[in-house]
């Protein structure tokens, strides 16, 4: 493949959201090298990161959730045996030239098959872990994973789990954070706990995460239920889904009468000053293929205890937290118990250097290394 003297890349991402899949995007094109690489994004949405990009990164938006105007189109054109999603996303290519198709999040390998038929070159970066793979049929990750050029997995956990699914060029590229970014107000977090009543509580841990039982959600009353020995707080940032299992927990909590587990929804304003109330970080997800809120109360200088969960072993390491090999609330307890008597040894300036190493300025020389590495 004849290269032109950047590297052209067409960026596909689902829904240019602050996920850590997509923020990870945003942190790396902010740092690029304008010089050697040339990216422009796609986005299956209008996302509030697609209003934040650098004025060097060219964004288009499929149509793949029309509007009622668009859908009448796509209907009458599917009589006459046109698909105007796929012809617009061909369009766009046209427009950009690149050399590769990027699609960031397993969510994207469904722009394989059309990549395939037009002849177009395929990098995959896969974030994500088994239970995301029930995301997508069998065939479409069979068939990505074969027809990629490159496939760049966000984990130690996901590069392994790519290999035993038969992908052969499979490079590893952690997420990352610009800790730069990473502030936080003590005198509003100091006065969030008061408005919250946790100036009551010894110790006050926190986790952020969607509701779901894939983030532990379930798992919040039993865990509040035992630091309640130990005079602990658990808050929990994040939306709430508002399914049978948020009832089944609101319920769980008034009938145990548990007063020491606090959810305080999606923070967007002030998110730091509200991560910063905690004295640690617990992530109670049963599978984590990196854990990017991990990196960042590392970042603020608290410690972290974690299920081993995927890709989050390879960020803790000693004096930053401690990782519990079963999936016991007991035994998460009991080590939440050990970090808040600081029985480890943790050093709040370890945590900070450990979020270091995650820093943007640091993974942007590891990623344009792997992209520039691809056949000319």
Known sequence: ME????LNLLFFTPYAGRTGSEMFLWYMFEHINKNIIEASLVSECEGELLGMMPPYIKTFVTLKYPNTKTRIKQIIARKVGQNLYEKHLLD?????????????????TDKVSLAKKNNIAVILHIH????DYALVSKKQLQEAIDYATLIIADSKAV???LKIMGAKNVMLQYECIDTSKIKADNSNS??????????????????SGTSSTRKGIDMAPAIATQLKEQNAALVWLGNNSNTGMDLMIEKEIEYNKINNLFFLGKKTKDYYDYMNIMDGFVLTSREEPFGMVVVEALALGKPVVSFNAGGVSEIVTQGTGKIVNSWN???LANTMNEVSSNKIGFSSEKAKE?????????QVINWENILLSLPK
Do not use: C
């Not at 994500?128 to 239970?131: A, I, N, V």
């Not at 450990?354 to 640091?362: E, L, P, T």
């Open 190 to 207: 100091q006065k969030i706990k008061e408005e919250l009543g946790l100036s009551r509580f010894d110790f006050i841990w926190l986790m």
């Open 92 to 108: 766009i290519h046209k427009k950009v030239n690149p050399h590769y198709w990027y699609l960031n999040t397993v969510l994207m």
């Open 128 to 131: 994500e872990l088994k239970s």
């Open 3 to 6: 290269r032109k003297s950047k």
């Open 354 to 362: 450990r979020a270091g190493d995650f820093d943007v300025s640091k």
């Open 329 to 331: 609330v007991s035994d």
């Open 159 to 161: 590069y392994d789990a």
